[in-house]
């Protein structure tokens, strides 16, 4: 079953390795180096420079309906044969945002409560960065049922770095 994996930048080799992961997706500070394992090519990695906040602070990149779509596109380009691992500096905020946009981009037919529920039972410190998921909610036209989804399982348990998991594509909470 394909799968999408989340972890901390701290986790990047491990998690690849533990799972096969053959594409990866990075929401970091822009600048920030990501050490890319060698059996992921550089076209199979995609480098979101953008700073984890959800409105424009000075000398900080926000992230952006462009960064969005380069995420959906880079998404829709995954043959979801082999699994995807998504990652952020600390595996909590922009890299479960990433998570929850791409499961609802490639499971149009999922209610967007079914999938964060799902996000949520993986892992309990998930605090998805609520301006990408909204950017994204109008981009694949979701009527703010992903923003309004993302709110109801609030916010996540208190961590300093989130543990690597994994979600199924077809999986059902």
Known sequence: ??????????????????????HLVSLVKDGTPVERPASIPAARHLYLGIDDIV??????????????RELLDFVGKWDRRQPLL??????????????FI??????PERAEIDIAWRLRDA???????????????RLLQREGR????????????????????GLGIDEGR
């Not at 424009?56 to 926000?62: A, L, N, Q, V, W």
């Open 1 to 22: 079953m394909p799968r999408i994996h989340v972890c901390p930048l701290s986790q990047i080799a491990v998690t690849v390795n533990a799972t096969g992961a053959t």
């Open 55 to 68: 409105e424009p602070m000075d000398g900080m990149i926000t992230p952006g309906e462009d960064h969005v």
């Open 146 to 165: 992903m923003a309004s989804a993302i709110a109801a399982i609030g916010r996540g348990e208190a961590a300093f770095e989130g543990v690597p998991f």
């Open 86 to 99: 998504i990652h952020c500096y600390a595996g909590i905020s922009r890299s479960t945002a990433a998570a």
């Open 123 to 137: 892992a309990p410190f998930a605090t998805p960065n609520a301006l990408l998921v909204g950017l994204a909610d």
């Open 102 to 107: 791409s499961l609802c981009a490639v499971s």
